[in-house]
């Protein structure tokens, strides 16, 4: 695993493959926060 090369990457890359956007993977990780 390279995740700490870039941890925004893997985001991206998981996002992708969900076929959602990564701005909703941020909301998503915004919200879990709370």
Request: glycine share 2%; charged share 30%; net charge positive.
């Amino acid at each position: 695993m390279h995740l700490k090369a870039n941890p925004e990457n893997s985001i991206t890359k998981i996002a992708e493959q969900a076929g959602i956007s990564r701005r909703s993977v941020n909301r998503i990780l915004n919200n879990e926060e709370k």
